[in-house]
């Protein structure tokens, strides 16, 4: 069965420090990976997404980055954390982007 | 613009009380509609997918049912492990576009 790993699951970092999540999946081959972003009350907004091996799509445009250095393997960066870079971040897989995406546990990010 | 839309924001239900959440949406081009329940300080959890109009899918207490301009999320008599948020989201060509959710609290 498929699986997938997100860490950490808690981070606080000060303004101005660089970044980096990562996420991988398990039992799947060549699957779509995205970055989401979840703030207090609100719907899921959709950072990055990956179609396949060096192949990011960015939606927002900000301080952020994402790299996909192997087929399951998916990471989001930033050099310098702004306040606003404060949230929720999930990571998320699907076969195809009409098919179902499952999500890992999240990592609650907190910027001081 | 693509839009999904969830109502009510929060819902609370006394345990065995039936009630219904709504999604509505106005996209080009719906390629799935889906559901996810998403307890406190976690992933959301995959429930449902509806590809078109008139289909319904059930599972337990829970009944997803598809229009052409809206999906709702049944509740037959829940339980107060139910509790959650429930979140739709659209399918339009690569993107998923989620609603914010409707956070049901059931009371025993």
């Known amino acids: 069965s498929q699986t997938i790993h997100q860490w950490p699951a808690t981070l606080v970092q000060p303004v101005g420090s660089p970044l980096s999540l990562e996420c991988t999946v398990e039992?799947?081959?060549?699957?779509?990976l995205y970055w989401y972003r979840q703030a207090a009350g609100r719907g899921l907004q959709l950072l990055f997404y990956?179609?396949?091996?060096?192949?990011i799509s960015s939606e927002v445009p900000q301080n952020l980055s994402a790299s996909r250095p192997q087929d399951r393997q998916f990471i989001l960066s930033s050099k310098k954390l702004l306040l606003s870079d404060s949230g929720f971040y999930l990571c998320?897989?699907?076969?195809?982007?009409?098919?179902?995406?499952?999500f890992g546990d999240g990592t609650r990010l907190s910027i001081l | 613009e693509d839009q999904v839309t969830q109502s009510p924001e929060a819902l609370r239900l006394q345990e065995g009380e039936s009630s219904s959440l709504n999604c509505s949406y106005t996209?080009?081009?719906?390629?799935?509609l889906f559901w996810y329940r998403q307890d406190p300080g976690k992933g959301p959890e995959f429930l449902f997918t509806?590809?078109?109009a008139g289909e319904e899918k059930e599972k337990e207490r829970l009944k997803a049912t598809l229009t052409k301009k809206e999906s709702f999320l049944h509740i037959t008599a829940p339980k107060p492990e139910d509790s959650a948020t429930y979140l739709c989201?659209?399918?339009?060509?690569?993107?998923?576009?989620f609603g914010a959710g409707t956070r049901l609290t059931v009371k025993p």
């Open positions: 509806l590809y078109s």
């Open positions: 989201a659209a399918a339009i060509n690569n993107d998923m576009r």
């Open positions: 039992g799947t081959s060549n699957p779509n």
């Open positions: 996209v080009s081009g719906l390629r799935g």
């Open positions: 998320a897989w699907s076969v195809r982007s009409d098919q179902p995406q499952h």
């Open positions: 990956s179609v396949g091996i060096g192949q």
